[in-house]
């Protein structure tokens, strides 16, 4: 018996020997938030403040070729929120799969303006209109930079897609790819992307996405422009979004800005609907304060159906 307690004692140990020589880091960072939000009087909220937590794991591996492994998950009042996992090939570039929040492709490159808060058309009842986008659960990526030129693409399977078999009129695909450059000139950022979002029928009749946007930045200023356009099957259904936003840093701890966005439908019985944004941010060590009012008109591009969201939020990063 004390033979074969050595014998599995020595065993592991050796395994815990040749695992460390694999070993990577795992670090640990966590948020707390206090949120007040008013909205428009005609709407219930309720209690107008909230709290919420968040927790992130990231960590990160060597491999015997040169790559590095990077894995990250995010947790939001104890919930899952998003995972990444990915592969650093150096100057190759990086693949990437990614739940809830994909960071390549153009759910990446959707609102690029800058902004000292949220999006101006974030919280209001237009939320995401004309906003170029695709779903991000399960999403396979890949960005890298070749003279100069970055590349972001991404593909997501659609959830019908293995039932496709025994029912080829469902399921489908979506995927994108971006174009970027930042060597034009100095401070002068360009992109374009374009993407096809699945639809719910084995013949793709999907959405066609389009966006390109410009930035520049000089000293404490940055102004930029992103045109988009989603592009449906139905007849009618077309939109196209022009948004332009400025943003300044008035110093290290204070930036403000303001940004407005026209989502233009080609229905002839819908109106523009028309976003527009002002935040301001303070930063001070570890703390962060924003403030930001978004007003919106004709919402989904209803004459006469509006609505506004202010937000005050503390948040304290560890």
């Known amino acids: 018996m004390t033979n ?21 880091a795992l670090d640990v960072s966590g948020t707390a938030k206090l949120t ?6 005609d709407e219930v ?6 709290n919420n937590q968040g927790i992130s794991f990231s960590g990160s591996g060597d491999l015997d070729n040169g790559m590095t492994i990077k894995y990250g998950y995010t947790m939001t009042n104890a919930a899952f929120s998003s995972s990444t996992l990915k592969l650093d090939m150096g ?18 490159y ?8 949220e999006e101006v058309w974030d919280d209001v009842a237009g939320d995401g209109n004309g906003v170029t986008t695709i779903n991000n659960d399960g999403t396979l990526g ?31 695909s979506s ?18 992307g374009v993407g096809d979002k699945n639809g719910n029928s084995g013949s793709h009749n999907g959405t066609d996405l389009t966006t390109m946007f410009a930035k520049y930045t000089a000293g404490s200023i940055t102004a930029g422009l992103q045109y988009s356009e989603t592009d449906v099957s139905a007849a009618s259904g077309d939109n196209e979004r022009l948004h332009y936003a400025i943003s300044m840093a008035v110093n290290e701890n204070i930036s403000a800005s303001f940004g407005s966005s026209t989502v233009d439908y080609e229905s002839s019985a819908k109106v523009d609907q028309e976003n527009i944004g002002f935040a301001v941010s303070y930063t001070m060590g570890s703390m962060t304060v924003v403030a930001f009012q978004n007003t919106e008109d004709n919402s989904g591009g209803t004459s006469g159906s509006d609505d506004k969201v202010t937000e005050i939020s503390v948040a304290f990063a560890f």
Do not use: C, H, R, W
């Not at 990086?94 to 759910?107: F, M, R």
């Not at 959707?110 to 808060?117: E, L, N, Y």
């Not at 994108?176 to 374009?192: F, K």
């Open 4 to 24: 074969i307690k050595k014998l599995g004692l020595t065993a592991l140990a050796g395994s815990l020997v040749a695992t460390s020589a694999y070993a990577g």
């Open 110 to 117: 959707d609102d690029v303006m800058p902004t000292a808060g």
């Open 36 to 41: 007040y939000v008013s909205q428009d009087e």
């Open 91 to 108: 100057d190759a570039g990086e693949l990437s799969y990614a739940d809830s929040n994909s960071a390549t492709g153009i759910s990446a």
């Open 142 to 172: 890949y960005k890298g930079s070749f003279a100069g030129v970055g590349i972001s693409a991404s593909y997501n399977p659609d959830s019908n897609l293995a039932t496709q078999a025994t029912a080829p009129a469902t399921g489908g």
């Open 175 to 192: 995927k994108s790819l971006v174009l970027t450059s930042g060597d034009l000139m100095d401070g002068l950022e360009v992109g374009y």
């Open 45 to 50: 909220t309720g209690n107008p403040y909230s």
